[in-house]
T-cell receptor, first 115, second 117 residues
Framework: ETGVTQTPRHLVMGMTNKKSLKCEQHLGHNAMYWYKQSAKKPLELMFVYSLEERVENNSVPSRFSPECPNSSHLFLHLHTLQPEDSALYLC??????????????FGPGTRLTVT | AQKITQTQPGMFVQEKEAVTLDCTYDTSDPSYGLFWYKQPSSGEMIFLIYQGSYDQQNATEGRYSLNFQKARKSANLVISASQLGDSAMYFCAMRGLYTGTASKLTFGTGTRLQVTL
């Protein structure tokens, strides 16, 4: 596997379900991100992990719970979601070295539908 | 705070022609980076090109070039010799530099480009 992978690619869940999204980066990066992309809205940053510590939480509801067990893996645990949470969830990683252009590499996303 | 504005929700271009996608930005950071990403219908965001606010020359990557006008706070993407595979959503984004580890990217709303025969 190369780059950033995400599983599952598609997920349909009821409002009472509990599910998890998984992201894995094979680039040796030290920072990982979760973004939410809804129709006709800019990408919204949800969480940032740097060196496995959460450095940013953008006022995300508690029904979304991130976990970063190591620098290569990032999870987003979902419970009691609402229909408005239906969106494309993108994971990204970057190498934060203190200089350079810091481009973020994205995974293919998980298309989530909450019924 | 940072803000990215992309005023063109959709653009059409004929194959082999050049096209310019507009991006203006606002920031209070003294040093910042500007990025363009391409998102095909498959969903993956593909990094295209980067411009640092301190760079004297406009960035180029193959058929992509960034027309950076710092005084006007614009960072337009120019795609030369358009191909059918260029049809996608294009997002302009920015972040502050040297603000600590792992700063956020702020994205615009995107421009949908359609390349026609």
């Amino acid at each position: 596997e190369t780059g950033v992978t995400q599983t599952p690619r598609h997920l349909v869940m009821g409002m009472t379900n509990k599910k998890s999204l998984k992201c894995e980066q094979h680039l040796g990066h030290n920072a990982m991100y979760w973004y939410k992309q809804s129709a006709k809205k800019p990408l919204e940053l949800m969480f940032v992990y740097s060196l496995e510590e959460r450095v940013e939480n953008n006022s995300v509801p508690s029904r979304f719970s991130p976990e970063c067990p190591n620098s290569s893996h990032l999870f987003l645990h979902l419970h009691t979601l609402q229909p408005e949470d239906s969106a494309l969830y993108l994971c990204a990683s970057s190498q934060e070295t203190g200089e350079g252009n810091y481009e973020q590499y994205f995974g293919p996303g998980t298309r989530l539908t909450v019924t | 705070a940072q803000k990215i504005t992309q005023t063109q929700p959709g653009m059409f271009v004929q194959e082999k022609e050049a096209v310019t996608l507009d991006c203006t930005y606002d920031t209070s950071d003294p040093s910042y980076g500007l990025f363009w990403y391409k998102q095909p219908s498959s969903g993956e965001m593909i990094f295209l090109i980067y411009q640092g606010s301190y760079d004297q020359q406009n960035a180029t990557e193959g058929r992509y070039s960034l027309n950076f006008q710092k005084a006007r706070k614009s960072a337009n993407l120019v795609i030369s010799a358009s191909q059918l595979g260029d049809s996608a959503m294009y997002f302009c984004a920015m972040r502050g530099l040297y603000t600590g580890t792992a700063s956020k990217l702020t994205f615009g709303t995107g421009t949908r480009l359609q390349v026609t025969l």
